[in-house]
C-alpha cells in the first residue's frame, strides 16, 4: 500500500502559500554550474529533438522531461541535473519539439500524451552501451508522459530503467483544465496560451493548408485543443485528446517503481489528479501529498540550493537500483 500520508516536504514562512511556492521556483530561483552538451536526435518522421546532456562519466542516467513551454533550462530541470550530477549520475534533459529555441520542421508539435521521442531518446541512450540503469523524472507535462509511457506498453519498458519519480502531475487532464480555466489560475493561463499562440501563428503562416489560425485566437486550453493539439496528433477533438492522454489510465498498468508528488495546495490539479484509490492497492506505484509545494515548486531554504523536490527524487530512486 504504497500511499505516503506523512511527506518530508515542509515549507516555511511565506512558502506556505501554493501560489508564491510555484512563483518563486519558477521566476526567481538560480541555479549555476550547469554546461550542457547538446546532441540532435532525428526523428522518425522527418523532424528532431534537442537533448541537452549533463555528463559526470557514470553507468547511470537520469532522464528529465520538463512541463508545458518548458525546456532543459528551466530552474527545476538544472536543479535536478545539477544535484543527480553531484550523486554521480549522468543527466539528460529531453526537450520537445520546439521547445529547445528552434522551431520544429513538422506542423505538429508535442502534447501530453506524446511518448514517442522519449521512447527514442531512451532507444538512444542504451545504444550507447554505457547506462547499466537509467531513471525518469518528470515535471507536470513531463511527468505525465513519463508515466504514460510506462504504463501504455509495460512489456516493452527496457529493464535498464529502474524507476521514476514525478511532480505536479495533471493526471486526470480533463478535470485539470477545469482548474486551471479557473480565476485563481487566470495569470498563469494566460502566459501559457501567449506562448503557444504565438507559436501555432508562426506554424499557420509556415503550413497554411494544413495549419488555420482561427480569427479570435484561443484563450483556453479545450479551445487550443479543439482548434490545434487534437487535428495534429490524431485526434477526433479535445476530448478525445484529454481522455486518451491522461495518465491515469496507465498509471494501474505501471510495473516499474514510481513516485508521484502532487501538493495538496496546487492550484493546477483537480481532486481526481490525486489517485489514493490506485495507490492504496497498487505494488510499486507510490503517492505523496505534501500539504504544501504549489505547482513545481517546493521551494526549500538553507540547504545550499538543493530544493526538497531533487533530495526527495534521488532518494527514491536510488533506493530501488538493485
Not at 518563486?24 to 532525428?42: H, I, M, P, T
Not at 553531484?86 to 539528460?92: C, L, Q, T
Not at 505538429?108 to 540503469?133: C, M, N, W
Not at 487534437?230 to 492522454?245: I, K, M, V, W
Request: aromatic share 12%; proline share 6%; hydrophobic share 40%.
Amino acid at each position: 500500500m504504497p500511499l505516503i500520508d506523512h511527506s518530508t516536504y515542509k515549507a516555511t514562512g511565506i512558502f506556505r502559500n501554493g501560489h508564491l511556492n510555484t512563483l518563486y521556483a519558477a521566476l526567481w530561483r538560480k541555479v549555476a554550474g550547469v554546461a550542457y552538451r547538446r546532441e540532435r536526435l532525428a526523428t522518425p518522421d522527418g523532424d528532431f529533438i534537442d537533448i541537452d546532456w549533463s555528463e559526470v562519466g557514470s553507468r547511470k542516467l537520469l532522464i528529465t522531461l520538463h512541463g508545458l513551454e518548458g525546456n532543459a533550462g528551466r530552474p527545476y530541470m538544472l536543479g535536478f541535473a545539477k544535484f543527480f550530477n553531484s550523486k554521480g549520475w549522468d543527466v539528460a534533459a529531453l526537450n520537445f519539439r520546439g521547445c529547445s529555441g528552434e522551431p520544429n520542421l513538422q506542423p505538429r508539435s508535442y502534447h501530453i500524451g506524446d511518448t514517442g521521442d522519449l521512447r527514442l531518446l531512451v532507444e538512444h541512450a542504451l545504444g550507447r552501451g554505457v547506462y547499466q540503469h537509467i531513471a525518469l523524472a518528470g515535471f507536470s507535462l513531463g511527468g505525465n508522459v513519463a508515466l504514460k509511457y510506462l504504463g501504455e506498453n509495460p512489456d516493452a519498458v527496457p529493464l535498464q530503467i529502474r524507476a521514476v519519480a514525478v511532480f505536479s502531475v495533471p493526471c486526470d487532464i480533463a478535470t485539470a483544465n477545469v482548474e486551471i480555466d479557473k480565476w485563481k489560475n487566470r495569470l498563469y493561463r494566460r502566459r501559457f496560451m501567449q506562448s503557444l499562440n504565438v507559436k501555432m501563428r508562426q506554424k499557420a503562416e509556415r503550413w497554411p493548408d494544413v495549419v488555420r489560425f482561427p480569427t479570435r485566437k484561443p484563450r483556453h486550453f479545450r479551445d487550443f485543443d479543439n482548434y490545434f493539439t487534437a487535428p495534429l496528433h490524431g485526434f477526433a477533438n479535445a476530448a478525445d485528446y484529454y481522455s486518451r492522454c491522461g495518465s491515469i489510465r496507465f498509471i494501474p498498468h505501471i510495473r516499474i517503481p514510481a513516485l508521484m508528488v502532487n501538493a495538496l495546495d496546487d492550484s493546477f490539479l483537480s481532486p481526481a489528479c490525486y489517485p489514493v484509490d490506485i495507490a492504496e492497492t497498487h505494488p510499486v506505484f507510490y503517492l505523496e501529498t505534501p500539504q504544501h509545494g504549489g505547482h513545481v515548486g517546493f521551494v526549500t531554504t538553507r540547504t545550499g540550493g538543493v530544493y526538497w523536490s531533487e533530495q526527495r527524487a534521488w532518494q527514491f530512486i536510488e533506493n530501488r537500483l538493485p
